[in-house]
C-alpha cells in the first residue's frame, strides 16, 4: 500500500510538470501571435552574412523605386534628371588649330647647299646670264630657299619677262637657249634669236592646276614654262602675210598650219627611224620631190 501511494505520488509529480512545461508553450506562442507584424526578428547570431547595397544605377538610366517614400522619388527624380543634362549637354569644339601650323615652311639651306649654289652661280656669270638673288620663298607648301631674278639669257638674247628661279633651273634654261635654240636658229633660220617668250616661272600651284594633284615645279621656283602661244601668234601673222604675198586664202593656209602636228605624229608612227637627225625628219614631212 505505500508503494502505490508512493507511485501516485511521483505520477503526479511528473504530470503537474508536463502540465507546466506545456503552459509555458501556450504562453509563448501567445506572445509571438501578439508581436507586431512589421517587428524585425533578431539575428540569429552576429556571425550572420551582412546583404550587399544594391548595385549603383547608370547614368541617365535611374529609375525611381516605387517602394520608397515620396521624398525619396523626388530625390530620385531629380538625381536623374541631372545627370541626363549632364550627359546631354553640348561639349564645346576646342579651337581651330592656327593655319601657320598646317603649312611647313622652307628651312634656310645648308651650309652644302649654299655651296653649291653659290658655284652654279658662278657659272651663270661665265654664261652671260643677268640676274640677281632674292630673298627666302616660304609660301605654305611651296617655297624656295636661294631663288633668283633672271632678267637676260646668254648671248645677249632676252626674256619677255624676269623669270623667278632656283640657280640650277636657271643654269639650265642658259644652256638651252645656247646650245640648242641659237644652234637651231642659225642652221634653219640664218638669225640669232633676240629673245625667248616666258609665260610662268616660281608659281605656287599643282601640276597642271589640278585640285588634289602633287605640287608642280613651279612651285618650287624649278620649272619654267616657254609661251608657246606667243610664237604661236606671231607664226600665223608670218604665214598670212606669206600667203597675201601670193595670193593666196589666209585662212587656208593657217588650217594646213594647224593640221602639221597631226601629220608629223603619223610620220614618226609609221618610220619613227625619222627622229634620228633633223634632215631625216625633213625630208621625211617634205615628201618625195
Known amino acids: 500500500m505505500h508503494a502505490y501511494a508512493a507511485d501516485r505520488s511521483l505520477s503526479g509529480r511528473r504530470s503537474r510538470r508536463a502540465i507546466g512545461a506545456l503552459a509555458a508553450c501556450l504562453a509563448a506562442l501567445t506572445m509571438v501571435a501578439a508581436a507586431p507584424a512589421g517587428a ?20 541617365g538610366s535611374a529609375k525611381p523605386n516605387s517602394d ?26 576646342p579651337p581651330p588649330r592656327p593655319p601657320d601650323l598646317e603649312k611647313p615652311v622652307p628651312l634656310p639651306a645648308s651650309a652644302e647647299v649654299v655651296a653649291e649654289d653659290n658655284a652654279c652661280r658662278e657659272r651663270l656669270v661665265a654664261l652671260g646670264v643677268r640676274f640677281e638673288p632674292l630673298p627666302l620663298i616660304a ?10 631674278r ?28 645656247r646650245e640648242v635654240v641659237a644652234v637651231e636658229a ?12 616666258i609665260g ?20 618650287f621656283a624649278n620649272g619654267v614654262d616657254i609661251d608657246v602661244d606667243a610664237y604661236e601668234a606671231r607664226s600665223f601673222a608670218i ?51
Open 150 to 177: 633672271v632678267s637676260a639669257l646668254p648671248d645677249g638674247i632676252g626674256i619677255t619677262a624676269p623669270a623667278t628661279l632656283v640657280c640650277a633651273a636657271a643654269e639650265a634654261l642658259a644652256r638651252w637657249t
Open 139 to 148: 609660301d605654305g607648301q611651296c617655297g624656295a630657299p636661294l631663288p633668283l
Open 200 to 219: 610662268t616661272s616660281y608659281q605656287c600651284r599643282t601640276q597642271n592646276h589640278r585640285p588634289g594633284a602633287k605640287l608642280s615645279e613651279h612651285a
Open 40 to 59: 524585425a526578428p533578431k539575428p540569429a547570431s552576429p556571425a550572420a552574412e551582412i546583404p550587399l547595397p544594391p548595385p549603383r544605377p547608370e547614368i
Open 68 to 93: 520608397q517614400p515620396n521624398s525619396d522619388k523626388t530625390s530620385s527624380d531629380k538625381t536623374s534628371s541631372d545627370a541626363d543634362a549632364v550627359a546631354t549637354a553640348e561639349i564645346p569644339s
Open 186 to 197: 642659225v642652221r634653219h633660220l640664218e638669225t640669232q634669236p633676240s629673245r625667248i617668250a
Open 239 to 289: 604665214f598670212r602675210e606669206f600667203a597675201r604675198a601670193n595670193g593666196m586664202n589666209e585662212q587656208g593656209m593657217i588650217d594646213h598650219l594647224k593640221l602639221i602636228p597631226r601629220q608629223v605624229v603619223d610620220i614618226v608612227r609609221e618610220n619613227p627611224t625619222v627622229l634620228k637627225d633633223f634632215d631625216t625628219f625633213w625630208a621625211a614631212l617634205s615628201g618625195p620631190d
